[in-house]
């Protein structure tokens, strides 16, 4: 099989693993921050890095993914330096900025990660290449082995895969849930450890400078958001990582225990999921504050803040000249920008609507929520009104096989065909009524 055919097979291959930006990386002097799927750099920047395995060979069978052992699909493997070789040669066309590099399981995991680190180490030593990397640990690797490819890689990545343990086994029956969780725990170790060596000695060597992230698969197994945002933010706090991604189960064959082949992507719920996931990390909000055991899963309808600021009407509205960031930052329409200019501003005389206009506040939400020096309001004055403000508008392009996974959320109902555009306004309508008399 020539190169080209191979490229193309294992690009393909890797494209479900949505775990591949790069935030945080930061190699002085070198060239930093590199991140054919797109990544940002720290500094905001769009980066295109070369996303590959090395082979879609694998020993293991789990059930939703398509390189599983039991998938009857074309299999192909790069020798560690066909893929150097490959990498440089983009990257000196300047056609990708970096690597990201994953691999299907060959023989064991060891013998996998050592194929990996022949790669990274080529790309470093032999090509003196010092664009980004992305690199995947293989669960079960050896210590030593996650060791070597933290200091070869940027960003390392170890997969949760499921959000249970008992979904793990029933559709990941090879891996084990400890066999994920040490290297990670390991590379979040390293990684500190690495940070304050290089305060002391400049020239030290860098465990993964842009830390770790991992991915959940989501709507293949039957998780609930809450219990899927619980285990983001525990993760976050236990192992420091930068990022959770969240990927929308798409069907790759029939397996008793997986939805149905013709079900489509849980897109909708894959965007919430992100969108709570932000307001953990930059708005100060807890998983347990968004949604509850009695609450399971986000509303369809209004992104997970504005959930939030309707079920806790009690709370608002928020004085805009006197409260603190934190209380800011749970108005819908302000976000950490916009609350950061009205306490520099106030410092300066009372703000009124034109002021927050300026300073980027989205009025139109936040108008129901705040007081100014010229504005007293409150939902309550006109609860429709409100409501139809904080509606998700990304609702209306959603099709039924989305918010399908939301049939059971109470007081929402069963929503319509998408191709039905009269039938999708009418669901909206009901759901605002709905939502008004929340308030
Ligand atoms: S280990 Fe599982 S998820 Fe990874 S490539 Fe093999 S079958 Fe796919």
Known sequence: MDLMEKLTILTNSAKYDAACTSSGADRPGKTVMAGCCHSFAADGRCISLLKVLMTNFCIYDCSYCVNRVSSDCQRTAFTPSELAELTIQFYRRNYIEGLFLSSGIIRNPDYTMEQMIMVLELLRRRHNFWGYIHAKVIPGASPELVRRIGLLADRLSVNIELPSERSLKLLAPNKEKLAIITPMKQISIEGS????????????????????????????????????????????????????FYSAYIPTGAHNSLPSPDTKPPLLREHRLYQADWLLRQYGFGAEELLSPETPNFNPYLDPKCNWAINNMHLFPVDVNRAPLEELLRVPGIGPASGRRIIIARKNGRLRMAELKRMRVVLKR??????????????????????????????????????????DTPGYGKLPSAQDAASVSEAVEEAVVCLAQTL
């Open 193 to 244: 450890q690495s940070k304050q060596e290089l305060v002391v000695y400049k020239k030290a060597p860098q465990f993964a400078p842009a830390g770790q992230a991992t991915q959940m698969i989501i709507g293949a197994s039957p998780e609930t958001d809450y219990q899927i945002l619980n285990l983001a933010s525990a993760m976050y706090k236990k192992y420091s990582l930068k990022r959770v």
């Open 366 to 407: 936040a108008q129901y929520f705040i007081t100014a020096a010229d504005w007293i309001a409150g939902a309550g004055a006109n609860k429709e009104a409100a409501v139809r403000a904080l509606i998700d508008p990304k609702v209306y392009s959603a099709g039924i096989e989305q918010l399908l996974l939301f049939e």
